[in-house]
């Protein structure tokens, strides 16, 4: 395991790519801190140097932004300032109010920090025209991009003559950085245009949108250390059901700074009332969901254990007592490591992860990783070892091998290597994957494998045009092959996927897609399916969109009805539905379905609103009803919360029918 580990070193090492020469802007140390409205008439800003001449990332890649934009950063002793200055001769699109929504289908700008300035991982903020905010982590320099992440940091807009203007402080606290005395960070602003399409950044052309390696240079900033090292998340909760009985609870989350690189989180009792469900999904296949992990706990360094095969899934913990994370960045090393202990049917559980990554040769990193799983004196889970190299700003492979170990000590392997080529308009893979016939069940006691047993190839084309004429806006094809066959050799499975979209310039969409496959289980299946979908806007939330999807699956005709809409009917009330019929012939084990979702969020201001949510699935006879009201007086971590459900309270059980009020208390300390 280890050469290969020095093998993928080596094989970097003869295929260096230069780095591009970057922009760069002087770090201002500003003794006044400017007042985060949005207003920008505080003289630091007009002594400021501005960053300008941005260029577009869509939808022509390369050519100079159709409006201006001006960016301008400074600091202090405790936070970063960033502003903006974003002139609109047309009409501003901004829309969405939740926080951590889509942003960047409205009109918004765009922060990405590298602030260990290693040209591969970075931050990201997003605020929208109307206030809103997003933020999150990026890895493998784009390529994997965690917006589950949360930090306490202030955004405000206000619109202008010009257009409209935005301020962004984000305290130093919020970041992990470099412990040196002066220090260069990686920067780069963009701007989304919702009215032509366009994003723009300053620094490019860009192949991805969160690409690190070719963000400009922040230079000379001096940031002196923090007062405070610790932070305590407290939480409390009390729910009452339909017996009267009240349960009580209460837990906390610590976490310890022991530098700016180096952080440990303790966890007892930790907040997973998320208060939040998951969304009924229709599965077709034979293979298991995954879901989205949402307890705060995780959450931090989650982005470092998304590997393509997945050794370690967090979801598989269920509740759990106590929990200890370390997380560090050390020049080109990154070290992350966390263990929980879970009582599972009255049986003590240990799960640990741990990943060693190294930073190779600019935007290029390997890492080491280890999973497991300890109950009943026994080890399940495995260690593997896997690559993100890239050869040139557009050419770039992925690859990993691991061993697992548990129940079986036979057909225990697995690896993958995918060579790929990505511009804002074109991609191209090959993948060749192999994983043995007892893979899954020794590491999905702590991971998620779909499916083993096989030797498989895959290759995938997508092609954009843009054409911007008067009757048609933008033209995409996706094609892609896979086909599988097992360890002995046998077929399994093969498919085709095909699918053509068009965005008009009267914003109706249009798509067809088509899908054959065969899959061999105890008997060959052949199933097909096609897809026609019609929408209108569907790049805002108010918009409608609508989809007919048929074909044969499993010997089962079946007819799947979707549609979608959302609208507005003022700025501070939001209002979407969704629903899916599934109808099959035959149908022994009365399958067809109807399922309704509707959402409702009402702000009044920014961090006091209200959320009604609504599910139906008439196959699985379950309702879920929940109604929340939010206080976030202490954003984004301290909140108060009051809801009532119709469902379980716990989002890792199934849902039982029955009410339940809670009220729920977080405190940042």
Same mark, same amino acid.
């Given at each position: 395991?280890?050469? +290969? ?43 400021? +140097? ?94 994997? #991009? ?72 922040? %230079? ?108 560090? /960045? ?52 495995? #260690? ?18 691991? /061993? ?33 016939? $007892?893979?899954?069940?020794? #590491? ?36 892609? &092959? ?23 310039? %009267? ?6 897609? @088509?899908?054959?496959? +065969?899959?061999?289980?105890? /008997? ?11 929408? &209108? ?5 108010? %918009? ?13 005709? &079946? @007819?799947? !009805?979707?549609?979608? *809409?959302?609208?507005?009917?003022? %700025? ?6 969704? =629903? ?14 109807? !399922? ?32 929340? =009201? ?18 379980? *309270?716990? =989002?890792? @059980? $199934? ?15």
């Amino acid at each position: 395991m280890m050469k +290969m580990f020095y093998v993928l070193m080596s094989l970097h090492s003869v295929l260096l790519c230069a780095n591009p020469e970057t922009s760069c802007l002087p770090a201002i140390l500003t003794n006044s801190a400017p007042t985060i409205d949005g207003q920008l008439i505080e003289s630091v800003w007009k002594s400021t +140097m501005p960053a300008t001449d941005f260029v577009q990332y869509e939808p022509f890649c390369g050519a100079p932004s159709t409006t201006n934009i001006e960016a301008m950063v400074t600091y202090d002793s405790s936070r970063l300032f960033i502003a903006f200055r974003v002139w609109e001769p047309g009409s501003i699109t901004a829309q969405l109010t939740s926080r951590d929504a889509a942003l960047l289908n409205d009109d918004a700008v765009i922060l990405v920090l590298d602030t260990y300035f290693d040209r591969q991982t970075a931050y990201y903020f997003i605020v929208n025209a109307i206030g809103t905010q997003l933020d999150g982590r990026i890895i493998n320099d784009g390529q994997g #991009v965690d917006d589950t992440w949360d930090a306490p940091w202030q955004a405000a807009v206000v619109q202008t003559d010009y257009g409209w203007s935005a301020e962004l402080a984000i305290p130093f606290t919020s970041l992990k950085y470099k412990s040196v005395d002066s220090q260069s960070w990686g920067i780069n602003f963009g701007r989304t245009r919702h009215l032509t399409f366009e994003t723009s950044f300053w620094t490019g052309p860009l192949n991805d949108i969160y690409q690190v390696s070719q963000a400009g240079t922040l %230079s000379d900033l001096i940031i002196p250390k923090p007062d405070q090292q610790y932070q305590i998340i407290a939480y409390g909760l009390s729910q009452i059901k339909d017996d009267s009985k009240v349960d009580k609870n209460i837990g906390f989350d610590l976490r310890y700074n022991i530098s700016s690189q180096f952080s440990s989180y303790f966890t007892l009792n930790p907040d997973f009332a998320t208060i939040e469900a998951d969304q009924t999904e229709i599965n077709l296949t034979r293979f298991e969901l995954s879901l989205s992990e949402k307890r705060p706990f995780f959450i931090e360094g989650n982005e470092l254990y998304k590997q393509r095969i997945r050794t370690f899934y967090s979801r598989r913990i269920p509740d759990i007592s106590t929990g200890l994370k370390i997380l560090s /960045k050390m020049n080109s090393w990154t070290l992350s490591a966390l263990t929980a202990q879970s009582n599972i049917d009255t049986i003590s559980n240990i799960f640990s992860v741990g990943r060693l990554q190294r930073d190779i040769h600019g935007n290029s990193n390997i890492g080491l990783m280890l999973a497991n799983r300890h109950y009943n004196n026994s080890n399940d889970g495995s #260690v593997g070892i896997d690559g993100n190299l890239y050869f040139s700003d557009s050419f770039g492979m992925t690859t990993q091998i691991i /061993k697992s170990y548990g129940l079986f000590s036979t057909g225990t392997w697995a690896y993958f290597v995918r060579p790929a080529f990505d511009t804002p308009t074109k991609h191209f893979h090959v993948r060749y994957s192999d994983i043995g016939k $007892n893979f899954a069940d020794n #590491v999905n006691r702590i991971g998620f494998i779909r499916d083993d047993n096989r030797k498989e190839l895959d290759a995938a084309v997508e092609k954009i045009f843009w054409i911007r004429g008067n009757k048609i806006e933008r033209i995409q094809y996706d094609s892609n &092959y896979n086909i599988y066959w097992g360890q002995s050799g046998n077929l399994r499975s093969w498919e085709v996927e095909q699918s053509f979209e068009i965005e008009f310039a %009267s914003r109706f969409s249009f798509e067809l897609g @088509h899908d054959q496959e +065969m899959k061999r289980y105890e /008997k060959d299946f052949h199933n097909y399916e096609t897809k026609i979908e019609f929408g &209108y806007n569907t790049r805002e939330l108010q %918009s409608i969109s609508t989809s007919l999807e048929f074909g044969k699956n499993y010997e089962k005709d &079946y @007819h799947l !009805i979707s549609a979608q *809409a959302g609208y507005k009917p003022m %700025s501070e009330l939001s209002l979407e539905y969704e =629903f899916q019929h599934l109808v099959l012939n035959p149908d022994p084990d009365n399958e067809k379905t109807w !399922i309704h979702l509707l959402k409702m969020n009402h702000y009044f201001t920014k961090d006091i609103y209200l959320k009604v949510f609504y599910q139906s699935d008439l196959a699985e006879n379950k309702e879920d009803i929940q109604v929340v =009201f939010v206080y976030r007086y202490q954003p984004p971590f301290g909140v108060v919360q009051l809801a009532f459900q119709r469902a379980a *309270a716990d =989002f890792l @059980h $199934n849902s039982n029918t029955g009410n339940a009020v809670l009220l729920k208390a977080t405190k940042v300390f």
